[in-house]
């Protein structure tokens, strides 16, 4: 005799059952302090401590301040990378080892919604850390607004959007929790030092620079810096951000595993 189990048929959560789950998210992000405070915390203590330094005021051909134009873009790039491509992957591994997106697959909301929910509390994330560094540079460091506040909206949304997929990709291949905070940070810190993170790209080696531009990173931080001089992006980086979407989002979708 075969053993069959019947799915309940997939309907779409009503409005109350969204907040409560979005509430379940959230909560669960504040008790993790550490994923919290790393995403926010440390590429303010960058931007505070490089914003402090001498060179931070120093005015570029371009007219605009080493704050401006390489500082803040580095950090809000530094902000999305943190919680796309780390936090993301590392809570939704954990939902699997302990059985969650597999107990949501027998329930008519479908273990879907936790990707969507879990997708709005990051972003709510990225949006404060964002808020938070403006604000304090705005306030002490002299910061301003990028003058070009359309194309850095444009370059922003694909960042995430390119950030968030590397996370799922990641997310959807871990097969243990600590594998995916181990590939996150691994793909974390390749790309931020092959985008500038840890000094000039113009001092790497032209292979080692042409491979961050290739790289949501770099691709990123670059599009940003250009909206905040006032400058379109290079067609070339908003390619580099819209590939890596739907390559990575792409894979992730393929392999992902509920169980």
Do not use: H
């Amino acid at each position: 005799m075969t053993d069959t189990t019947t799915l309940p048929e997939a309907r779409s959560l009503p409005a109350a059952g969204w907040a409560q789950l979005l509430l379940a998210e959230a909560r669960m992000t504040i008790r993790d302090t550490s994923g919290l405070i790393l995403p926010i915390g440390m590429p303010l203590l960058i931007m505070v401590m490089n914003g402090l330094g001498d060179s931070s005021d120093q005015v570029l051909p371009s007219g605009s301040t080493v704050m401006n134009e390489i500082l803040m873009p580095l950090t809000i790039t530094m902000v999305v990378a943190l919680v796309g491509v780390v936090n993301m992957p590392s809570f939704l591994a954990s939902y699997r080892k302990y059985g969650v997106l597999k107990r949501l697959a027998v329930t008519p909301a479908r273990p879907v919604t936790i990707l969507v929910a879990q997708g709005v509390v990051s972003l709510a994330q990225v949006l404060i850390g964002v808020a938070v560094m403006m604000g304090v540079g705005m306030a002490a460091l002299g910061v301003t607004l990028p003058v070009s506040l359309g194309w850095a909206l444009v370059a922003g949304g694909l960042l995430v959007a390119a950030m968030y997929a590397v996370g799922l990709l990641i997310a959807a291949t871990a097969p243990t929790v600590n594998a995916g905070l181990a590939l996150g940070l691994g793909a974390f810190f390749l790309m931020l030092a092959l985008g500038g993170g840890f000094g000039p790209v113009e001092n790497l080696p032209d292979v080692l620079r042409q491979a961050g531009e290739l790289l949501p990173y770099g691709a990123g931080n670059a599009a940003l810096s250009a909206a905040w001089i006032g400058e379109a992006p290079a067609l070339a980086d908003l390619g580099v951000l819209g590939a890596w979407t739907v390559v990575a989002g792409g894979l992730a979708g393929r392999f992902f595993r509920w169980t």
